[in-house]
């Protein structure tokens, strides 16, 4: 079955291809992706798969400062000035003691400077946790498939992306991995979200036959 998948992935790189330049050439905001919503529903039409719509009802520790806005005069203190930022940590614990000091520093800053602090604090992506037991799972199942596209893994550093996985992994035992896709030619690549991020678009096909193979061997594990 395994063969007959990887096979099938092969014989369909270009339309893996054409499906993610569309997706990159038409984006959408956040929770309003009405085009991207039907395009999906529009490429799984007569696959024999069920399809709903509308669900949900509706389509170490890192602190970075995003914007700091006090405009006026720049030798002028200003009345009013404007923060705004993200936080992220590697566990629930550290997300909620870095809450918890950022509104002590605000309050701080009021009493000693005789200011009004409005502090809003929004929680948003979780961190990202990979389940050890089923991570192990993956990287055999990746190492000892007999794939000329899957060439090597490897065990990447600790990250602090916002992720929407992580929502996924907090209710379900997941294991989240990177493809690798630097451009040929090219040695030093950008990371992803970077203004100058590329991919070689090949590592589509590998993604494919990586996550064939995880499925197959789960299932098979899991008979």
Same mark, same amino acid.
């Given at each position: 079955?395994?063969?007959?998948?990887?096979?099938?992935?092969?014989?369909? #790189?270009? &339309?893996?291809?054409?499906?993610?330049?569309?997706?990159? &050439?038409?984006?959408?905001?956040?929770?309003?992706?009405? #085009?991207?919503?039907? /395009?999906?529903?529009?490429?799984?039409?007569?696959?024999?798969?069920?399809?709903?719509?509308?669900?949900?009802? =509706?389509?170490?520790?890192?602190?970075?400062?995003?914007?700091?806005?006090?405009?006026?005069?720049?030798?002028?203190?200003?009345?009013?000035?404007? +923060?705004?930022?993200?936080?992220?940590?590697?566990?629930?614990?550290?997300? %909620?003691?870095?809450?918890?000091?950022?509104?002590?520093?605000?309050?701080?800053?009021? %009493?000693?400077?005789?200011?009004?602090?409005? +502090?809003?604090?929004?929680?948003?992506?979780?961190?990202?946790? *990979?389940?050890?037991?089923?991570?192990?799972?993956?990287?055999?199942?990746? #190492?000892?498939?007999?794939?000329?596209?899957?060439?090597?893994?490897?065990? $990447?550093? #600790? +990250?602090?992306?916002?992720?929407?996985?992580?929502?996924?992994?907090?209710?379900?035992?997941?294991?989240?991995?990177?493809?690798?896709?630097?451009?040929? =030619?090219?040695?030093?690549?950008?990371?992803?979200?970077?203004?100058? $991020?590329?991919?070689? &678009?090949?590592?589509?096909?590998?993604?494919?036959?990586?996550?064939?193979?995880?499925?197959?061997? /789960?299932?098979?594990? *899991? %008979?």
């Amino acid at each position: 079955m395994k063969e007959k998948l990887m096979k099938m992935l092969e014989n369909r #790189k270009d &339309e893996m291809i054409k499906i993610r330049r569309y997706l990159h &050439e038409n984006p959408e905001l956040s929770f309003q992706e009405k #085009k991207t919503s039907q /395009y999906i529903v529009e490429f799984y039409k007569g696959k024999n798969v069920e399809i709903q719509t509308n669900v949900g009802g =509706g389509y170490g520790i890192i602190v970075t400062i995003g914007s700091f806005d006090g405009k006026g005069t720049f030798n002028v203190i200003k009345d009013k000035v404007e +923060l705004e930022g993200d936080v992220r940590g590697m566990t629930e614990e550290t997300r %909620e003691l870095i809450e918890k000091e950022i509104r002590r520093i605000a309050k701080g800053i009021e %009493e000693e400077f005789n200011v009004t602090c409005e +502090l809003t604090y929004t929680p948003d992506y979780p961190p990202l946790y *990979n389940n050890p037991e089923l991570t192990k799972m993956v990287e055999t199942a990746l #190492k000892n498939t007999n794939d000329r596209d899957i060439k090597e893994v490897k065990e $990447f550093p #600790k +990250l602090s992306p916002s992720e929407d996985f992580a929502h996924y992994a907090k209710k379900f035992p997941a294991c989240f991995f990177y493809i690798c896709c630097t451009p040929k =030619g090219v040695e030093k690549p950008y990371f992803n979200h970077h203004p100058k $991020f590329d991919i070689d &678009e090949d590592a589509l096909l590998v993604a494919a036959k990586a996550v064939g193979t995880v499925i197959c061997d /789960y299932y098979q594990i *899991n %008979e």
